[in-house]
């Protein structure tokens, strides 16, 4: 058992790509299919920023990208006519070196799923992308986004094409004009996956952004991963508020993790929260909490019916429970080094890891995906998480997240990203970002170790 030990403590001084957990055997291409304006570059992003955040490194290939650096002024719907055999030829080659792209994003960069985004609406270019992944031994999984709901398309044009780079100084309603043309070009040889016919691939058809679904085939983990993902988003508006607990007694100290109750200022913030949620007027709210009393006592004051999430509690810090990071840097100097060499997969002495985090948080991300307007009132290294998913933050960025207490992050998903606006409640409260230090080594001494710990009582 010692031994065992030794090694996850070792573990934590690796870097680059040998900690990062591998989900597959061989890289996986997604690949999008479905006539433009139908969700596939929204669907990519946000599977992007999923699959990056569990830890499988993902890459979204745009093929539109492609071909508005090989034409860089765009005319008309004219270049999308299927008898436009010179714009034919463009369009097949940015196809082909985005594939080589992919190609290089596996070999060099050691990805492990590539999304190729592009309408993909001919069997004849199905083919040649299944010809690619089986020359290079990688798997296909296609997702075909099927809509003839008017509203969703016009919607999906509103927020997303007239913004497109083809319609730069270009009047709306010409704009929606040239783009519905646009449309009717890719559906003249637009063929669906056939159930009978494409029976061996492996895919999954979402009908009018979500209403109805059909898989097919799905092969491995990663695939089963992507099904159940893209089965629990929405598109319907809404706002999603995370905040911390009010300032603890434990948080004046100091003191990491445990179970204390809140200080007086951490009461005020929670009447101050409950006032202003009250005054956002949020149709059906859900408020969640964790088990812990200080997330709690905050959502009491709020009012409103609360639901209580095991996975929210906090980051557990193990032996380093309820110890300042003074008293870590005096009894655990090795261990305090280690955790700034890597604050991401560093996991506590019979505690957990940001990584391990990350994992026990993916039902909360699936059920806030499924829901509404919510406010999550929780803990930091957990609001650093989630906001960290939000917001397509990297593992290295994810643990230095600014998440500071008495503040509500107001999250509104738009077309490709998140809107956030920090609200501050005007209750001062203890400063409990540590920044990382300049000096990581296990032989710094204890002022350099220290540098960056925020003053406590």
């Known amino acids: 058992m010692e031994r065992r030990r030794g090694q996850v403590r070792k573990r934590a001084r690796h870097e680059g790509t040998a900690s990062v957990p591998q989900f597959t055997n061989s890289p996986t291409m997604i690949v999008m299919v479905g006539l433009p304006a ?71 960069d050691h990805g492990q799923v ?23 031994s990688y798997k296909v999984f296609f997702v ?22 083809d319609y730069i ?85 100091g003191r990491i993790g445990g179970d204390s109750g809140l200080s007086p200022r951490g009461n005020k913030f929670a009447a101050a929260l409950g006032k202003y949620i009250r005054g956002q007027c949020i149709l059906d709210l859900k408020i969640w909490t964790s088990h812990m009393r200080r997330t ?17 509690n906090e980051l557990d810090a193990g032996v380093c429970e309820e110890m300042t990071y003074e008293e870590i840097q005096e009894h655990h100097p090795e261990e305090f080094a280690l955790r700034d060499q890597d604050k991401y997969r560093y996991r506590y002495p019979k505690g957990e890891s940001y990584e391990d985090l990350v994992q026990r948080l993916e039902p909360v991300i699936m059920e806030l995906e499924r829901q509404e307007n919510v406010l999550v009132i929780c803990h930091q290294a957990v609001m650093r998480c989630l906001l960290a998913y939000f917001l397509d933050k990297s593992a290295d960025e994810l643990p230095y997240l600014k998440c500071p207490l008495h503040t509500v992050l107001k999250l509104t998903p738009v077309a490709y990203g998140c809107k956030v606006e920090s609200v501050f409640l005007n209750v001062e409260a203890v400063n409990t970002h540590r920044d990382k230090p ?3 080594s296990v032989d710094r001494d204890a002022e350099d170790a220290l540098l960056t710990v925020p003053e406590h009582i």
Request: hydrophobic share 35%; net charge positive; with cysteine.
């Open 169 to 253: 100084n270009c009047d709306k309603e010409e704009a929606v004009k040239d783009f519905l043309k646009r449309i009717e070009c890719y559906k003249v040889t637009y063929v669906s996956l056939d159930d009978d016919r494409d029976r061996n691939l492996s895919y999954i058809k979402i009908f009018n952004a979500g209403i109805r679904y059909l898989v097919n085939r799905v092969q491995d983990h990663i695939q089963s991963r992507i099904v159940y993902y893209l089965m629990n988003i929405h598109v319907t508006p809404r706002t999603i508020y995370l905040c911390r607990h009010g300032e603890s007694e434990l948080n004046l100290l």
């Open 144 to 165: 075909e986004s099927i809509c003839d709901d008017p509203e969703i398309i016009a919607e999906n044009i509103k927020q997303v094409k007239l913004s497109s780079p």
């Open 38 to 108: 139908r969700g596939k570059t929204y669907i990519s992003k946000k599977l992007t920023r999923y699959l990056n955040w569990i830890g499988v490194p993902t890459k979204v290939f745009n093929v539109g990208q492609y071909r508005r650096e090989a034409v860089q002024t765009y005319k008309n719907f004219e270049f999308f006519s299927p008898d436009n055999e010179e714009a034919m030829k463009i369009r097949k080659a940015c196809a082909l070196a985005a594939l080589k792209d992919v190609s290089a994003y596996f070999t060099e």
């Open 438 to 440: 300049v000096n990581v």
């Open 296 to 312: 709690i006592q905050t959502a009491e004051a709020v009012g409103v019916p609360y639901e209580q999430w095991k996975a929210l």
């Open 114 to 136: 590539a999304v190729f985004d592009a309408t993909n609406t001919t069997r004849e270019r199905r083919e040649i992308l299944l010809s690619f992944a089986k020359e290079n």
